[in-house]
């Protein structure tokens, strides 16, 4: 069996103890900062960078991905200790548990937060394991034009399935585009947009922007936010669920993973729509749905699982194709770009140890979260505690330290200050700053592609059409376009998204 | 949001719609982007589609961006300002405090080296107004200068200046 023998050369590369000990830091500083009120896995990646910069690529990767999964942990947490979601795929979660902890069961929506999550990642990690390397062979059937037309799907499943207004993130995509093409061009080494600014020659650092965006910015958009917190029920008593619990809580998962293992590998899937689907399909089958916003453990376990599995499968298109299909990938891209690897179909046949070692770790790190947390809820509760007064300084020390890091010079520092500016006035004006990010770093891919795609067809713009698979791709996008143009299901999304009233 | 959920500002565009005021201002910003990378595009090379200059892709984009503007526009035309969703506010405060926090790291890092800098910067967290207690934040400046130093240099062994001399 090919599986089980790439798999033992995982287990081989992820089992020595410096691969474990990056792996256990790795998830240990990930919910650390994860858990801080406001910070989503984005930040947390963007700021704990640093620290892997001197590692080798496989501690890198492996520590990378286990402060991935600490983080989205750790966001789980806060929403239901302190009903503070820090980023969107936890929102849901925040609906249940946080009615769990104030009717003293904390503890039990902890543990099936964690316990649904390790189940989830197990699976979904399986599911990594049996459908990257399949998809990256068939990638060897791209051309030029499956990957433009592969690569604009995206971006518009990206917008079609987040929320917010759909006209304004199409918009946000060409913005990100725009500024990921500031710089030299690799096709001409000429230079664009560059205003004479010897620092940006290269470009602008992808971690800069995402730094900015969503580190910076969203300290001042908490800072703004005067709403008194609540602090968290200071003793956390039983941890283990009983066996009623189990009986709903269980299938929840199971049903959760499964969506989470579908919806995660389609462009612009992930942990956000995924956790949000299982949360309808929850209350959909329930026979109480009134039970759910009071303290139901279905609608704990079913987003939960889902969530861990959507953030993990959407690993797969970023690993075989080195498309990311959301934010947060597009960031593992920028990391995994810095030291040197390049995700694509060739990745998974080059670097066979790297890419198993990694996809193994994901497993290990799922279980060293659950071991991790459930002793460990009582730091997590105090780290609650602390004001927030006291915890955005310290926070924006790591974020300046982590952009200074990457080329040494203070010049990244004032252009994160100005991207934290402007993603505080674009998330001001209603426009969320997640598909720009996706623009950015998507933008140069598609231009390359698109560009050789018209030279091989002497500029004919009919080569999208004519091959089958890209006129598939495109026939795909415009039906996902004209699908959000109809009334009926533009409502359907609205109310997919507003689970909450 | 009703449910009792608060969500904190961050999370928040997410899930309120668009008010009228957002819709016209971000239709402006779109619009005024496009425009502007237009005029900072002017002198790249066009070219066709066959030998595309390093200017087709970038002036199809901020064509794009126009056209998004004028699009949100429209929609704040037709849609009522009493519709709710979101309004356009900014903090003043927070905002110049946090842009001068990190704007004075990148200026006094050079010149003081990395304790120093954090201490200064977690002082000036005292102006965001938020209820705080003195001794705790000289601690805490104290203590992350340290931790800091500690985990990034040396730890870590990044280069980063550690004293003014």
């Keep these: 069996m090919d599986l089980f023998s790439n798999l033992a050369l995982g287990f081989s590369v992820a089992l020595t103890l410096k691969n474990i000990f990056y792996c256990f830091t790795g998830a240990l500083f990930g919910t650390l900062i994860g858990v801080l009120p406001g910070i989503g896995p984005l930040a947390t990646i963007a700021m704990l960078l640093p620290i892997t910069f001197h590692l080798e690529p496989t501690g890198a990767l492996i520590m990378l991905a286990g402060i991935f999964y600490g983080a989205q942990y750790g966001g ?61 062979r068939m990638a060897l059937l791209f051309g030029p034009p499956e990957f433009t037309a592969l690569m604009v799907m995206g971006l518009i499943a990206a917008v079609v399935l987040a929320s917010g207004s759909i006209v304004a993130s199409i918009g946000m ?86 969506l989470g293992s579908i919806l995660g590998v389609l462009p612009g899937g992930g942990a956000l729509i995924s956790s949000f689907a299982s949360y309808s399909l929850e209350k959909r089958i329930a026979a109480d749905p ?8 279905e609608g704990v376990a079913g987003p939960e699982a889902a969530n861990n599995a959507g953030a993990q499968a959407s690993f797969i298109p970023m690993l075989a194709l080195g498309i990311p299909p959301n934010a947060v990938m597009a960031l593992m891209i920028a990391a995994m770009t810095i030291h040197g690897i390049t995700p694509g179909p060739k990745f998974l ?17 799922n279980m060293i979260l659950v071991i991790l947390n459930l002793p460990l809820v009582g730091i997590w509760v105090k780290l609650l505690k602390i004001p927030y007064a006291y915890l955005f300084p310290a926070i924006l020390v790591f974020c300046c330290v982590g952009v200074y890091s990457i ?20 998330r001001r004006i209603g426009c969320e700053p997640a598909p720009l990010v996706l623009g ?59 689970e909450q009233d | 949001m009703r449910g009792g959920l608060r969500l904190p500002r961050s999370v928040y565009p997410v899930f309120v719609r668009m008010g009228q005021q957002q819709q016209y201002l971000s239709g402006l910003f779109f619009i005024a982007f496009g425009a502007l990378a237009v005029w900072a595009g002017r002198n790249l090379a066009i070219g066709t589609a066959a030998e595309m200059g390093i200017g087709y892709t970038p002036r199809a984009l901020a064509i794009g961006c126009v056209a998004v503007g004028c699009l949100l526009l429209v929609q704040a035309l ?50 965001s107004g938020e209820n ?23 730890a870590l062994k990044l280069q980063i200046p550690v004293w003014p001399f």
């Design chain 1, 290 to 297: 009134s039970r759910f916003g009071k303290g139901a453990i």
């Design chain 1, 407 to 426: 080329n040494f010079r203070v010049f990244d520092v004032f252009l994160m200050a100005g991207f934290g500016v402007f993603g505080y006035f674009l």
């Design chain 2, 78 to 127: 037709l849609s009522a300002p009493a519709d709710g969703g979101g309004r356009f506010s900014i903090a003043w405060r927070p905002l110049l405090l946090v842009a001068l926090m990190v704007i004075g790291f990148g200026l006094l890092l050079p010149v003081l080296g990395l304790p120093l800098t954090v201490v200064l910067m977690i002082s000036a967290a005292a102006l």
């Design chain 1, 76 to 136: 789980s947490t806060t929403a239901i200790l302190v009903n503070l979601p820090g980023e969107s795929s936890s929102v849901v979660t925040a609906l249940d548990g946080y009615q769990m902890a104030r009717q003293g069961r904390a503890g039990v929506a902890l543990a099936t937060a964690a316990l649904a999550s390790f189940f989830a990642g197990c699976v979904a990690t399986i599911v990594i394991a049996v459908a990257a390397p399949a998809l990256s």
């Design chain 1, 440 to 498: 950015f770093i998507l933008g140069p891919m598609v231009e390359e592609q698109f560009r050789r795609t018209l030279l091989l067809s002497d500029g004919d713009f009919t080569v999208f059409l004519t091959r089958p698979l890209s006129a598939t791709l495109i026939a795909a996008t415009a039906a996902l376009l004209l699908l959000m143009a109809l009334p009926s299901l533009r409502k359907g999304r609205e109310e997919a998204f507003r």
């Design chain 2, 132 to 154: 705080f207690h003195w001794p705790t934040l000289a601690a805490i400046a104290g203590g992350m200068a340290l931790l800091s130093t500690l985990l990034f240099s040396t």
């Design chain 1, 349 to 365: 046949t080059d670097q066979p140890s790297l890419f198993w070692g990694m996809i193994v770790s994901m497993w290990i790190g």
């Design chain 1, 173 to 258: 995509v060409m913005v990100g585009m725009l500024l990921g093409l500031i710089g030299t061009d690799v096709t001409t080494g000429e230079q664009r947009f560059v205003f004479g600014i010897r620092q940006i020659y290269d470009g602008i650092d992808f971690v800069v922007v995402a730094m900015g965006l969503f580190g910076v910015a969203e300290i001042v958009a908490n800072l703004a936010d005067r709403h008194a917190r609540e602090l968290p029920a200071s003793r956390i008593t039983r941890l283990m669920p009983s066996k009623a619990d189990v009986l709903l809580a269980a299938p929840a998962a199971l049903r959760g993973t499964l």
